[in-house]
């Protein structure tokens, strides 16, 4: 198997580079928007007790549901779009790296990097790992 050429390599590598930069600050720029408008809506409110456990409302806890409460506006829910755009930035980057080892026609590194794909998928997805 012969290597792909080092100018291949230099544009994987900044593409990845650029998608992880992208990414996260996509998700800080998220975050303190939606910090900035939660505590100029609830920031005088008093602070719930935290020694009780309380889950997130269904609302909060999916993708689809968080995205149109962001889009309408919930300041919460833009911290939540955040989060979720700050965990998705590796998993993009694992897919990516994917479809650069493809085009590299490196197939070790793309059954390694398949592996990882799906470790990281049924770890966030709610699979068999951890339970």
Same mark, same amino acid.
């Given at each position: ?20 930069? &992208? ?42 549901? &968080? ?11 833009? &911290? ?6 700050? &965990? ?44």
């Amino acid at each position: 198997m012969s290597s792909p050429p080092p100018q291949m390599d230099r544009d994987l590598a900044d593409a990845l580079g650029a998608l992880l930069r &992208i990414g996260v600050t996509a998700s800080a720029v998220v975050l303190l928007a939606g910090g900035a408008l939660h505590l100029a809506r609830h920031g005088l409110e008093p602070v719930p007790d935290r020694r009780v456990f309380q889950p997130e409302p269904p609302e909060f806890s999916h993708p689809a549901p &968080i995205l149109r409460a962001s889009l309408g506006g919930s300041g919460r829910a833009m &911290i939540q779009l955040g989060l979720l755009l700050l &965990i998705a930035t590796p998993v993009l980057r694992v897919a990516f790296s994917v479809y650069g080892f493809a085009r590299q026609r490196d197939r070790a590194y793309v059954v390694m990097t398949l592996v990882v794909l799906a470790v990281l998928l049924l770890g966030l997805l709610g699979g068999p790992v951890g339970r």
